[in-house]
């Protein structure tokens, strides 16, 4: 079946640090990816997506491009600030039937970002 | 306010309560789901919904229940709480059949002693 694995954490770094996180797929067919953020307390956000090969998702200063080729769908930034402390979520659509989208989720990131 | 919202935010009970979690969007969406969250295990879905009248199983219904009260309303049911059912709850929603992002609340801890 689809899958999605995620490179373990934490992931720490200082303030202005590169950031890559790695995400790779399983999957049948053409699957949209995704990036969903959960900061401390809070539910998940969507935080970029792509929908299919070679597309690139930004948002936040954070990029994502679907590689086909590699299955992957690496989490980038420049720069990252103490603010971007979080738990990271790769994700992947699973169409099946009627459309009836299923996200599946990797085990998460957590990424720490000291001053 | 928020659109998507989960009550109660924090819960504690024993083994063996009937326990119901509840889940309320203003988005008008259709779809809505329920997932945990397990630390090192992403998310699991639960149950899903796609109307008042349709609801369907996940990966790991066994255990919990649902309800679809009317398009805005979709709770979760532990009929019989046990400490493995220990876990964060998210609720979250989907436009239509053609969308595929989801719209997460944020969340209940439940703790089963």
């Known amino acids: 079946g689809n899958s999605v694995t995620q490179m373990e954490g934490p992931v720490t770094l200082s303030e202005e640090a590169f950031l890559t996180i790695n995400c790779t797929y399983t999957?049948?067919?053409?699957?949209?990816l995704f990036w969903y953020v959960q900061y401390p307390g809070e539910g998940l956000q969507l935080l970029l997506k792509a929908t299919k090969a070679d597309d690139k998702g930004s948002n936040k200063g954070f990029e994502a491009t679907y590689r086909k080729e590699t299955t992957s769908f690496h989490l980038e930034k420049g720069s990252v600030q103490v603010s971007d402390s979080a738990v990271y979520f790769c994700?992947?659509?699973?169409?099946?039937?009627?459309?009836?989208?299923?996200?599946?989720f990797g085990s998460g990131t957590r990424l720490l970002v000291r001053p | 306010d928020a659109d998507v919202t989960q009550t109660p935010r924090n819960r504690i009970t024993k083994t063996g309560k009937r326990i119901m979690l509840e889940c309320s969007q203003t988005k008008g969406h259709d779809r809505m789901y329920w997932y945990r969250q397990d630390p090192g295990l992403g998310l699991r879905l639960i149950y899903y919904?796609?109307?008042?009248?349709?609801?369907n199983k996940g990966e790991i219904s066994d255990g919990y229940s649902v309800s679809r009260q009317a398009q805005a309303k979709f709770s979760l049911s532990l009929e019989s709480a046990i400490p493995n059912q220990t876990a964060l709850y998210f609720c979250a929603t989907r436009p239509d059949r053609n969308t595929d992002t989801q719209y997460f609340g944020p969340g209940t801890r439940l703790t089963v002693l």
């Open positions: 919904s796609f109307d008042v009248k349709d609801i």
């Open positions: 994700a992947l659509s699973d169409a099946w039937g009627d459309s009836s989208y299923k996200l599946i």
């Open positions: 999957a049948t067919g053409y699957p949209s």
